[in-house]
């Protein structure tokens, strides 16, 4: 029978059908990040309002209800008939893509939501919305239902006289059917990220499920920051040893693009950590103005370093790796008509912003430096003492460099690569030890897992230079396996060999061990690896109860409880606890861990650059007293039960 295919097979989605069709279009996925995202939108809007002057206090709360309400005190969203569309304002932008103020520069200079598709999407996807507006003397209101308004919008007047917007959502589980709950630390260090880039505002975070907290009081959080980035520097700094205590600032406006730059370099971190925003929104995945930011640093410093005679005139340039390491840097653009890629905008594109970075941030640091020969000498004998050490790892490095993602013969030969030559399709276990190793090769499916097995720790990279990491045996087998290339590099998604980067490690204390040197490894070396989505972890059982003919397998101590006391009180079952992967079949392994169909993976997300970079500085380098710090603040939190001891 032939298939007809006429223009009645021609779907046309209107209003906010789209979205609803394909959030993930719209909000990146239906997952916990896109649950999140949707906040991000509304604040986004109201911080949009504070860079135009017109917002002072953005206030967040989580509702008891499972919903949340953000406010601000700006203009408030205009509630008069739009002339277009016949209705109001507010229910325009509320239920029209692409409806907004951002558009013909009247109302906002620079934005972030530049796209207006974020509180319609938001309210695509709740199950209902309540927007009030205050504006003109009067309180507006409106709910709406799955993006549909189900009430006119009403006014009436106010009893006091403010402006602004408060909009409250709950998400519709239909569409977020992972998970509808809010987490408390994401949205704080987004919260916390926004007032630092806006000096002066005030975001005000109250938790009020008091039932979640397990208390009669809720969580509050102000955030103010009069500092700015300069003061964001500081935070990420706080368990550092800065080379120099005053952090170098610029800030101001060339051809209407308002930069702000803030720089410290440390002498205990081996890797930069450059932290780029675009009208207040975090670019991940880099954009202009970083490679503005990167150019006009190697080239400066360069400069200095010859006329300083820091490097005669027959030495090689350093290079930005070299310049960056141990620097900590937050750049703040605000563009008036902003390039993004995507609706989740995680890279800027505007080419011109890059020659305004250069030029700009070129002409001050220099003077800047040249005012502070000191300050200048000691970044330049730090990078200096890095070009040094990459020099004593040369060799070691251009065997990495020759162990290309296309000369597999020179591939570690420890690795059990896959058949498949297609990245996308092909992933890769990272276990420990030769046992767990020979059981993840038998049961893999190896036309597309491949299998390296690690011998015991690796190297910690947070606490090691150059020549060190470059020497290092099992470092190398990564490096060459993975295809990642050199350190400080750019990172090329082309040259990797697996999409699916998975560490597979015992479920012990020792795995846990090795799974989080493994983290603090991909997170200096090659951050980009985990915030384009590549790094996964593996979740094996660490008990199977068999009763009769069932088996369960259990993941924790928890579990395991849960499991038992479903059995009758007289039932006969037995506990197998895995000391290790080795110990497991490899069939076991292939069902519980391996398959696509029924094993568990959790994807390695950054959700606040600088509590991560905060959190590998204490955990995992030198100094004991932080580290100490951070053990008797939480140990106290853990369930002593859960442990493996």
């Known amino acids: 029978m032939r298939n007809s295919y006429s223009a009645n097979q021609i779907q046309v989605l209107e209003g906010l059908e789209p979205v609803r069709k394909r959030p993930s279009m719209y909000i990146g996925s239906t997952g916990i990040q896109g649950l999140h995202h949707l906040v991000y939108e509304l604040v986004d809007n109201s911080v949009d309002e504070a860079i135009a002057g017109y917002c002072k206090q953005i206030q967040v709360n989580l509702n008891p209800d499972g919903s949340v309400t953000v406010s601000?005190?700006?203009?408030?969203?205009?509630?008069?008939?739009?002339?277009?569309?016949?209705?109001?304002?507010?229910?325009?932008?509320?239920?029209?893509?692409?409806?907004?103020?951002?558009?013909?520069?009247?109302?906002?200079?620079?934005?972030?939501?530049?796209?207006?598709?974020?509180?319609?999407?938001?309210?695509a996807l709740s199950a209902w919305v309540e927007a009030t507006v205050w504006r003109d003397g009067y309180v507006y209101t409106q709910r709406f239902e799955q993006g549909i308004p189900v009430t006119e919008l009403v006014g009436k007047p106010s009893s006091k006289p403010q402006t602004g917007t408060s909009i409250s959502f709950q998400p519709d589980p239909k569409v977020f059917t992972i998970e509808t709950e809010f987490d408390y630390n994401t949205l704080a260090g987004r919260l916390r990220e926004l007032a630092y880039l806006n000096a002066g505002v005030e975001i005000i975070f109250r938790d009020l499920r008091l039932d979640l907290l397990k208390s009669s009081e809720p969580r509050v959080q102000n955030y103010r920051y009069d500092g700015g980035v300069k003061e964001y520097i500081s935070y990420i700094n706080r368990d550092k040893k800065p080379l120099h205590e005053e952090i170098i600032y610029v800030q101001g406006e060339w051809n209407s693009v308002q930069v702000e730059v803030a720089l410290q370099w440390c002498t205990d971190a081996y890797t930069d950590n450059l932290l780029g925003f675009a009208n207040s929104i975090r670019t991940i995945d880099g954009g202009t103005h970083l490679e503005g930011l990167k150019a006009v640093l190697t080239r400066t410093l360069n400069t200095i370093a010859r006329k300083r005679n820091k490097l005669k005139e027959n030495d090689a340039k350093l290079v930005g790796e070299n310049i960056r390491e141990g620097l900590t840097g937050v750049i703040s653009v605000k563009v008036p008509n902003p390039e993004f890629e995507g609706q989740t905008k995680t890279k800027l594109g505007n080419t011109e912003v890059r020659g305004i970075v250069d030029s700009f941030f070129g002409k001050i640091l220099t003077e800047y430096l040249e005012f502070r020969p000191s300050l200048a000498d000691a970044i330049l004998d730090k990078a200096i003492q890095a070009f040094n050490a990459t020099e004593a790892a040369r060799r070691a490095r251009e065997l990495i460099r020759r162990k290309s993602v296309l000369e597999t013969s020179t591939l570690p030969g420890k690795l059990a690569d896959c058949s498949s030559r297609e990245p996308d399709k092909s992933e890769i276990f990272i276990v420990e030890g030769t046992s767990a190793g020979g059981t993840a090769k038998q049961g893999r499916d190896r036309r597309f897992q491949a299998i390296l097995p690690l011998r015991g720790k690796i190297l910690n990279i947070e606490k090691t230079d150059d020549a060190k990491i470059y020497g290092n045996e099992e470092i190398q087998a990564l490096i060459a396996a993975l295809g990642l290339g050199i350190k400080g590099e750019e990172f090329d998604s082309s040259h990797l060999r697996y999409h699916r980067i998975i560490l597979l490690t015992d479920a012990d204390v020792d795995g846990a061990h090795i799974r989080t040197l493994?983290?603090?490894?991909?997170?200096?070396?090659?951050?980009?690896?985990?915030?384009?989505?590549?790094?996964?972890?593996?979740?094996?059982?660490?008990?199977?109860?068999?009763?009769?003919?069932?088996?369960?397998?259990?993941?924790?101590?928890?579990?395991?409880?849960?499991?038992?006391?479903?059995?009758?009180?007289?039932?006969?079952?037995?506990?197998?606890?895995?000391?290790?992967?080795?110990?497991?079949m490899p069939e076991q392994l292939w069902e519980t861990t391996m398959n696509p169909q029924s094993r568990t993976l959790k994807q390695v997300t950054i959700e606040d650059a600088a509590e991560a970079d905060q959190i590998f500085t204490i955990l995992m380098g030198d100094h004991v007293a932080p580290r100490r710090e951070f053990i008797k603040t939480y140990g106290s939190r853990l369930n002593l039960a859960d442990l493996d001891t």
């Open 72 to 123: 601000d005190d700006g203009r408030g969203i205009p509630t008069d008939v739009h002339p277009r569309t016949g209705k109001s304002a507010l229910e325009t932008v509320m239920t029209v893509l692409h409806a907004g103020g951002k558009f013909g520069g009247g109302s906002y200079k620079v934005s972030g939501g530049l796209h207006g598709v974020g509180i319609s999407v938001v309210n």
């Open 518 to 584: 493994l983290l603090t490894f991909f997170y200096r070396y090659q951050r980009s690896l985990i915030e384009q989505g590549y790094i996964y972890i593996g979740c094996p059982p660490l008990y199977k109860v068999e009763r009769g003919r069932n088996h369960y397998y259990c993941y924790d101590n928890r579990e395991r409880n849960q499991t038992i006391a479903q059995f009758p009180p007289n039932a006969n079952y037995t506990i197998q606890r895995f000391k290790g992967l080795g110990e497991m």
